[in-house]
């Protein structure tokens, strides 16, 4: 097991631009989640998933942004038409929903996006 | 909504010196209540967890424990090493669905 593991590390794009991260999380976990970290500020929720259904949406997660779990195992954020305030590190974080697992997310290096 | 409050940084220590970190929070029910520690360059890890009222998390030295009464969730460690510098978060958890984190706060210590 080699733990909650996201590709790109590092991405610049310009604005305007589409980009998409993916995730791959520890292999026999069923629930992933996406976070927003900007600089000073602790990570913010954006979205989850258990199994391939997406269960929560953030109010963060504006239309541009969509994210997606087909198969129940690795997801992807894609961010359309992206503006420069989407600059962040996105953090992607995987759980068992069941078991004694006192509710301890695992999280990815995360992905650091730069728009310029 | 749900919130948590934890001290503005830096906290800049010396070696071998007590730290605290206060964590407070507001959440209906019983959350859990985390501190995770992001050290530079690498991702956010779990350092310790309480999951009901009176209990106490501890790891690698670090304690806190959970008060209801006072909706607290403090950091302590009674001596700190150079090794502990890094970005700490408090947060909390409802029904296992998203973590609500604190804004961090940064620790140096040097030696």
């Known amino acids: 097991d080699t733990g909650v593991s996201q590709d790109p590390r590092h991405k610049i794009t310009k604005r305007g631009q589409n980009v998409t991260f993916r995730c791959d999380p520890i292999?026999?976990?069923?629930?992933l989640y996406w976070y927003r970290q900007t600089l000073g500020q602790g990570p913010e929720f954006l979205t989850y998933?258990?199994?391939?259904?997406?269960?929560?949406k953030s109010r963060l997660l504006s239309d541009r942004f969509s994210a997606e779990r087909p198969k129940g195992s690795f997801s992807t954020l894609e961010i359309q038409r992206t503006e420069q305030g989407d600059s962040a590190m996105y953090l992607c974080?995987?759980?068992?929903?069941?078991?004694?697992?006192?509710?301890?997310?695992?999280f990815g290096p995360g992905t650091r996006l730069t728009v310029l | 909504g749900d919130s948590v409050t934890q001290m503005e940084g830096p906290v800049t220590l010396s070696e071998e010196a007590f730290l605290t970190i206060n964590c407070t929070y507001t959440?209906?029910?019983?959350?859990?209540l985390f501190w995770y520690v992001q050290y530079p360059g690498e991702g956010l890890q779990l350092l310790l967890k309480?999951?009901?009222?009176?209990d106490k998390g501890s790891n690698k030295g670090f304690e806190a424990t959970y008060r209801k009464e006072t909706t607290s969730f403090h950091l302590e460690k009674g001596s700190v090493q150079v090794s502990d510098s890094a970005v700490y978060f408090c947060?909390?958890?409802?029904?296992?669905?998203?973590?609500?984190f604190g804004k961090g706060t940064t620790l140096s210590v040097s030696s």
């Open positions: 974080a995987s759980r068992h929903s069941g078991g004694n697992s006192y509710n301890e997310q695992f």
């Open positions: 292999s026999e976990h069923n629930r």
């Open positions: 998933f258990q199994n391939e259904a997406q269960l929560e």
């Open positions: 959440a209906t029910g019983y959350p859990s």
């Open positions: 309480a999951t009901k009222a009176d």
């Open positions: 947060a909390l958890t409802r029904s296992g669905t998203a973590l609500i």
